[in-house]
């Protein structure tokens, strides 16, 4: 195994934290052949899911991990700026159809929709 030197009075950068992540799993994959345990894709989904809430916790924007479809995942990654848009769109389509209720029930439209 691979020595892991972590100088005390450093701050890594979230790269450089993953490298060092993924040195450690190299080694423990190299040497998990005596491990019979198994796991089922429950448990890596949630190894994932809690491992990117922790990274969320620390970065700004956010990792996600998303369904493609069943069995299949994909990490992606959103932005604050990203959200606030996706925000702004999710009122202003909740308003139109506020507003199409309105006109539907009313007759009439009102100003802001």
Not at 15 to 30: F, G, P, S
Not at 34 to 40: M, N
Not at 64 to 86: C, P
Request: proline residues 3%.
């Amino acid at each position: 195994m691979n020595h892991i030197n972590l100088e005390e009075n450093k701050a890594y950068t979230l790269a450089e934290v993953v490298d060092i992540v993924q040195d450690t799993l190299e080694a423990v994959k190299e040497n998990s052949e005596h491990c019979h345990l198994q796991f089922s894709p429950t448990d890596i989904y949630w190894l994932l899911h809690n491992m990117l809430s922790y990274v969320n916790r620390n970065v700004p924007g956010e990792f996600a991990l998303r369904r493609n479809y069943k069995g299949s995942y994909r990490v992606k990654y959103r932005t604050e700026e990203a959200e606030k848009i996706r925000g702004k769109k999710k009122i202003k389509e909740e308003l139109k159809k506020s507003a199409d209720y309105l006109e539907k029930l009313t007759g009439n439209r009102p100003t802001w929709g």
